[in-house]
């Protein structure tokens, strides 16, 4: 049973960490490699927490307590004592192996080492270690204090009695589960990727505005539109995670980066943080679009690449109110909404997750309105197809090919929640 924790790296996701960690009753060490990092994590905690105090929602005592449980160092071998070490240092590879390697010789034999990497291979960062079995995935979201969600990724060396331990610790943090399979971009990052990427094809193509297409996902329940949530993660960060999983599945069309996102890096025009993105910002608050002084684009079109008719259908079965009468703008919400759903049905038949465990990721990771499989169940799987074959006909694009998986459950009459069977039937053998 795991009681001490030892986080690697103070910055805002380890410091995070240590503090879920501390809330749930563990002891907690914190480390980075200066002492001013770990105060400031250790700050960073403890206004976290006087927020909540602040707020009525916790006593001083408990605050206190919370903080007691952590301490903080500078020398990397006091993380010896720890049951689980969770590594949240910079995305380098080589930088984790490097520390993995050294932590298998310090740590004790029956010690779990978890890294906290968003997309780079654990099998690899396994591999540096000389107990590889012992080294495991446990990815949570940022600000790990307030997202539900941590992934659990097995690497190939990754031992069965390792993951449900982590697992395990995640549920007593407060966190909801899954497990992902060691492949680019595990679940959310891999899942999520046309929500951007389809918008930026919608408006690199001149069917709409960067404005449209947010303002019809809106409609369509998601919180924030492609562009504005771009700007607001970070333009570059965003065209990295695309490229980092784009590269490592050896050119998927799928996962192609769009050029757009490319000439704006290379611009410095990054979203909220440069002040410029796909919008203009002042003082914090969002303006007049930006975009369309950045970028040479088609003159916009009136043009639609499914018929009416399905895309009629789909936003009725979808329980979307889009708003607008234009053709063209409820599309929109067809495209991307269909590419989510394929691009789940692809990480379902790859192995990379559950029906289940996709649809809670994509919930409580990147708070989509519903689980793309569950919305695809509701809107009729025949009806997304027809939706991707149409696109396929339309725009001849490889990135529009049905999910295998999509495309034999439609062969096979299990078409969604209208006939009872779909992708979350019980008599769908592994579909749950």
Known sequence: MVQRVAVLGAGTMGAGIAQVAAQAGMDVLMYDVKPELVERGLQGIRQALDGRVQRGKMEPAEMEAIVGRIKTGTERDRLADADLVIEAAPEDLTVKREIFS??????????????????LSVTSIASAAKNPERVVGMHFFNPAPVMALVEIVAAAQTSADVVEEVREVALAMGKTPVRAADTPGFIVNRVARPFYGEALQIVGEGTATVPQVDEAMRAAGFR?????????????????????????????????????????VDAGTLGRKTGRGFYRYEDGERREVAFAQMINLPE????????????????????????????ATREIIVRILTMIMNEAAWAVGDGVASVRDVDIAMKLGTNYPKGPLKWADEIGLEMVHSV?????????????????????????????????????????????
Request: proline share 7%; hydrophobic share 40%; charged share 20%.
């Open 102 to 119: 050294a932590l298998s010789e310090m740590m004790r034999p029956e010690a779990v080492l978890a890294t906290n990497t968003s997309s």
């Open 224 to 264: 924030m539109g492609p562009f504005a949530l771009m700007d607001l993660i970070g333009i570059d960060i965003n065209f990295a995670v695309t490229r980092s999983v784009y590269d490592a599945f050896f050119g998927e069309p799928r996962y192609r980066p769009h050029l757009i996102q490319n000439r704006m």
């Open 300 to 327: 916009r079109r009136s043009v639609t690449f499914v018929p009416e008719h399905i895309t009629n259908a789909f936003i009725a079965n979808a329980g979307v109110e889009a708003t607008g009468t234009d053709p």
């Open 388 to 432: 991707l074959k149409s696109l396929m006909a339309s725009l001849g694009d490889q990135r529009y090919r049905p999910a295998p998986l999509l495309w034999q459950l439609v062969r096979s009459g299990a078409t969604g929640d209208a006939v009872g069977e779909g992708f979350h039937s019980p008599g769908e053998k592994g579909m749950v």
